[in-house]
């Protein structure tokens, strides 16, 4: 028998708990790390030597990632929204130590988050301004946070990608591999 998804569970609706929430922020955290690390090990001019990606450089992808997760959360009320566009945020941050503090920073608030929030399904929905479609949106909320973890993850491929050809290497990215002093407690 194949299973069939309703629209409503398509869309997110009732299928995302605080749990997935608190895994998904931490695995995020633990990826960033990795990315970061290995990208640390590259001369500067590597991280921004044009790769052939979306942003062009690691760096560039990074910055636009971390753009993009605070435009996220100030959407959830969580920090102040960024003051630049979307077409901005490859060149955001421009001292790569600086976005990595910056990157460790959002990410604490992201677990914050995700621990603060209550047991079970993630329920609700959001309405904001989205400059990228130049109208007011909404959209469950449980979609939204799937979202801005898929984003985190498309991204960090690209850049996981441009750090192989460029020669380096981070640890395993299989959510599964996690170190267990990283997965919370209650999951």
């Not at 194949?2 to 922020?25: E, N, P, W």
């Amino acid at each position: 028998m194949v299973a069939k998804l309703d629209q409503c569970s398509f869309l997110g609706i009732g299928m995302i708990t605080s749990d997935y929430l608190q895994v998904m922020a931490r695995y995020n955290h633990w990826q960033n790390r990795e990315i970061y690390a290995a990208a640390n090990r590259l001369p500067d001019p590597a991280r921004r030597e044009d790769r052939g990606a979306f942003f062009g450089s690691i760096h560039a992808t990074l910055s636009h990632l971390y753009w993009a997760d605070q435009i996220w959360m100030s959407r959830l009320e969580l920090i102040e929204a960024p003051r630049i566009s979307a077409r901005e945020s490859a060149n955001y941050i421009n001292d790569f130590e600086h976005l990595y503090d910056l990157r460790c920073a959002l990410d604490k608030k992201l677990i914050d988050f995700a621990d603060g929030n209550e047991a079970g399904p993630v329920k609700g929905s959001l309405t904001w301004f989205s400059g990228s479609v130049g109208r007011d949106s909404t959209a469950p909320l449980s979609m939204l946070l799937v979202h801005m973890f898929n984003h985190q993850t498309h991204h960090r491929g690209q850049v996981h990608a441009m750090l192989t050809a460029a020669g380096e290497s981070t640890s395993d990215t299989d959510l599964f591999l996690m170190p267990a002093s990283l997965w919370p407690e209650r999951s």
